[in-house]
Nanobody, 126 residues
Framework: QVQLVESGGGLVQAGGSLRLSCAASGRTFSSRTMAWFRQVPGKERDIVAAISGNGGMIYYAEAVKGRFTISRDNAKNTVNLQMNSLKLEDTAVYYC???????????????????WGQGTQVTVSS
């Protein structure tokens, strides 16, 4: 029903920048909150940022406020994550998720996201 494909990950020096992109299929894209999550080995998949269907409401995890920016282009069915001032602790696999479309515009819980991309690795080195 909904297919998500992330791109843009890679190896970057601390202090550098990367832009992640998520390309979505599905004609209900504009009605769904989209979010970026990240996961490291041995830990839960945690939310990084979320953006409502029309782009009017945005959430950022405390750890990335002021450094990351989420955006979307509904005409192109894409959602992006601009990551600046990267730190070693940002190293993770980053996933794009599509919300169920039910209830409140935003959820921190991965259980409320119905579709996921394959993930893209971000590695920050010193």
């Amino acid at each position: 029903q909904v297919q998500l494909v992330e791109s843009g990950g890679g190896l970057v020096q601390a202090g550098g920048s990367l832009r992640l992109s998520c390309a979505a299929s599905g004609r209900t894209f504009s009605s769904r909150t989209m979010a970026w999550f990240r996961q490291v080995p041995g830990k839960e998949r945690d939310i990084v940022a979320a953006i409502s269907g029309n782009g009017g409401m945005i959430y950022y995890a405390e750890a990335v406020k002021g450094r990351f920016t989420i955006s979307r282009d509904n005409a192109k069915n894409t959602v992006n994550l601009q990551m600046n001032s990267l730190k070693l602790e940002d190293t993770a696999v980053y996933y794009c998720g599509a919300h169920s479309g039910r209830g409140a515009w935003y959820s921190r819980s991965r259980n409320d996201y119905d579709y996921w991309g394959q993930g893209t690795q971000v590695t920050v080195s010193s």
